[in-house]
């Protein structure tokens, strides 16, 4: 299964921030599943990728032409990108789920590009789970709510349709086994 990380490329962040994404390549490798990330040799990207890399995931890294230079060596798989836009696109287009580890406007783009293609898409199955640590998102997900419940939505699809919110390591692998378990018996 492809999973597809959004997450920070800032250095000295946290100990929550870089725990919950060293967790999460470490899940995605041991459970036999690919990593498709921005590809980024920093910050919590590069913990991830190292992780998952550590424990034997194919690591995918989609890199627009502006961060070529900090392209992450550990990449099996490098797939340019001519910009921020191709890059989600591309991302968008590899993963079976998606995972967005706290970041920042990028990562808030990368979510929120996501969740608006599967909306379009009349995807009903694919999943985004959000790791909301320490409440970084909840006034984004409190605005997502609202949009949803308003009459600029269409059949008012809330969040929770498609994003599944969490707040610990321990919650974000909780709901990934679900959705790896339930896609392994889709097949």
């Known amino acids: 299964m492809n999973i597809a990380?959004?997450?920070s490329s800032r250095s000295n962040l946290d100990r929550c921030?870089?725990?919950?994404a060293a967790a999460l390549g470490e899940w995605i490798g041991k459970n036999g599943n690919n990593l498709v990330y921005g590809g980024s040799n920093a910050g919590?990207?590069?913990t991830l990728a190292q992780a998952?890399?550590?424990a034997g995931a194919h690591i995918t890294g989609v890199v627009p032409q502006c961060f070529a230079h900090r392209a992450d060596p550990l990449v099996d798989t490098l797939i340019p990108a001519k910009d921020l836009a191709e890059r989600k696109d591309i991302m968008i287009d590899l993963a079976d789920t998606f995972v967005v580890l706290p970041g920042g406007i990028g990562t808030i783009d990368e979510w929120?590009?996501?969740l608006t293609?599967?909306?379009v898409a009349g995807d009903t199955s694919t999943r985004i789970i959000v790791v909301n640590i320490r409440g970084i998102f909840d006034n984004m997900i409190a605005q997502l709510d609202t949009t949803a419940a308003s009459p600029f939505s269409r059949g008012g699809t809330?969040?929770?349709g498609h994003c599944i919110i969490v707040d610990c390591t321990e919650d974000m692998i909780n709901q990934l086994n679900k959705i790896t378990h339930n896609h392994d018996n889709e097949k």
């Open 5 to 7: 990380v959004y997450c």
């Open 17 to 20: 921030f870089i725990d919950a």
């Open 44 to 46: 919590t990207m590069h």
């Open 52 to 54: 998952a890399h550590d």
């Open 112 to 114: 929120i590009s996501t």
């Open 117 to 119: 293609h599967l909306v």
């Open 158 to 160: 809330p969040i929770q």
